[in-house]
């Protein structure tokens, strides 16, 4: 399938109203690229229906084959990688090349296989004199999935493909300014599928996303996006006592030791603020440095990011792009405002041109800030990293520690032993050591405190979409 055809199997039908439709734009360029479709709850309402038909079959089908239509869809997606990166380039923004659009596509890929591949048999968790016990994972049934905008195909994936594995079936909303994206996807993915097993609704969160986490047909919400909305989840599930793995905001701290080598580490701790362009759950989001490297650090994050070339998704030598949305961009812009006006220092960026037409913001350095400024306590989801200058380390641990949200962060060291030390103290579902914000299908993610709860990859993802059932005696 070209580029072409794919866009114009997911586009909105000839015809369709305006109610029903949303036009898609370039968020670099501000070309209009194609009409999305626009659903309701009724059409919501249809799909958890074919879900649910279909899901008996489904999860009767011996677990080898449900793999088998897996691993078909993985080799769907990667046949049809290079249409699907464009799109997404196009529609979200993010560049091919560097860890942007081909890279999210052969994530897609990797995630399929590995939830295709992962065995999970039935446990003995007791076998002596007091009795004999084994777990199984049985299919919950229908699973609600509702992603957003930021990694919208991967993302869909980690909701999709360990769901189907363990015998549900899906109904996926996707995010309002990524749809085209995932119903590339999905399309994708339903040449090979058996019918009714993968269902897509675009629509609205307010109204079809919530009326999926309200559904008592729907066993299981897989959600990731803001904490907001996420609570909201929670309270719309709660009369269904609705299973949830919520996936949401982070606010990532990484600390540099005073042993650790500013040029060594320049260009990972650059790539862990910025892949994506910032727009990253577990992205380092506040960089805390020891005063005794502060200053080196600090030019030499400088040289990379002036390096790097950011501009229009489909030219092949940029490696950041615009930011998905207007809204998106002006959360940025505010808090980049609000640090220049406490006094901060403005090391490179921070001068967008809000006149242009795409959401360009520069990659912005902010030194010398308050470690309580709003850029460093809110989530900027943007190419905008605080620099915090500590001498303590115990002080730049309680600051990391300080947030209501703990997803990601990172401890910088040449001294394994005493990263690891630190690293023992922060709280956060992952600690990385050297490095920010890297994933790997077989090893579990997930936050803490308000960055949600429940854990995505490998076993414990699969077990996170099955009911466990013990079998004693
Ligand atoms: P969002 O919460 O605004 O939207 C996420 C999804 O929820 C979208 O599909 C949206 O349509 C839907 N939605 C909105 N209102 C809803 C409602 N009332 N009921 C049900 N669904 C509703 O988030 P976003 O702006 O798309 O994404 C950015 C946020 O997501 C950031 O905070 C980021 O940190 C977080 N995020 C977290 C992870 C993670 O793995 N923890 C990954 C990516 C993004």
Not at 42 to 56: N, P, S, T, V
Request: charged content about 20%; glycine content about 10%; aromatic content about 6%.
């Amino acid at each position: 399938m070209s580029y072409e055809t794919l866009l114009a199997a997911v586009t909105a039908p000839a015809g369709a109203s305006g109610d029903h439709t949303r036009e898609v734009c370039d968020p670099a360029t501000g070309e209009l690229i194609g009409i999305a479709p626009v659903q309701d709850v009724a059409a919501l309402e249809a799909a958890i229906d074919r879900a649910e038909a279909a899901q008996k079959a489904w999860a009767a089908l011996p677990e080898a084959k449900r793999s088998e239509y897996l691993n078909l869809a993985a080799d769907a997606i990667e046949a049809h990688a290079e249409p699907l990166a464009e799109l997404l380039s196009r529609e979200q923004g993010k560049p091919l090349n560097g860890p942007n659009a081909r890279f999210e596509v052969g994530g897609c890929v990797a995630w399929t296989r590995a939830a295709a591949g992962t065995p999970l048999a039935p446990e003995v968790v007791v076998d002596d004199e007091s009795g004999y016990a084994e777990m199984h994972y049985r299919p919950i049934g229908v699973v609600g999935a509702i992603s957003p905008w930021n990694w919208p195909m991967m993302i869909s994936i980690w909701q999709i493909a360990p769901s189907l594995r363990m015998g549900n079936t899906v109904v996926i909303k996707p995010a309002e300014t990524t749809t085209l994206s995932v119903l590339a996807l999905v399309h994708v993915m339903n040449t090979v599928l058996p019918e009714g097993v993968l269902n897509i609704v675009p629509g609205p969160g307010r109204s079809v996303g919530d009326a999926l986490a309200r559904s008592p047909k729907i066993g299981k919400i897989m959600f990731t996006g803001s904490t907001k909305v996420g609570k909201g989840i929670v309270e719309a599930s709660a009369p269904n006592l609705t299973r949830l793995t919520l996936e949401l905001g982070g606010n990532d701290a990484g600390i540099v030791l005073p042993d650790a080598d500013p040029q060594a580490i320049a260009e990972d701790l650059f790539w862990g603020a910025f892949i994506n362009t910032g727009q990253t759950c577990a992205a380092l989001k506040r960089l805390y440095v020891h005063d005794s490297i502060y200053d080196a650090v600090v030019a030499e994050l400088a040289k990379v990011a002036e390096a790097t070339p950011m501009g229009v998704g489909l030219d092949e030598q940029n490696l950041l792009g615009p930011l998905q949305n207007q809204a998106q961009f002006d959360v940025v812009d505010r808090l980049v405002e609000s640090a220049k006006a406490s006094g901060a220092r403005v090391v490179t960026g921070g001068t967008p041109d809000r006149d242009a037409v795409g959401f360009f913001y520069p990659a912005t350095l902010i030194a010398d800030i308050d470690p309580h400024q709003e850029l460093v306590l809110e989530e900027q989801f943007g190419p905008a990293l605080p620099i915090i200058r500590y001498s303590d380390v115990d002080e730049a641990v309680r600051l990391a520690n300080e947030v209501e949200v703990g997803l990601g962060s990172s401890v910088w060291s040449s001294d394994r032993a005493k990263a690891l030390e630190v690293a023992a103290r922060l709280e956060a579902g992952t600690t990385w050591i050297n490095s920010h914000g890297g994933l790997h299908p077989m090893i579990p993610f997930g936050g803490i405190k308000q960055s949600g709860y429940g854990r995505e990859f490998g076993v414990e993802g699969l077990k996170a979409v099955a009911n466990p059932h013990v079998i004693s005696g």
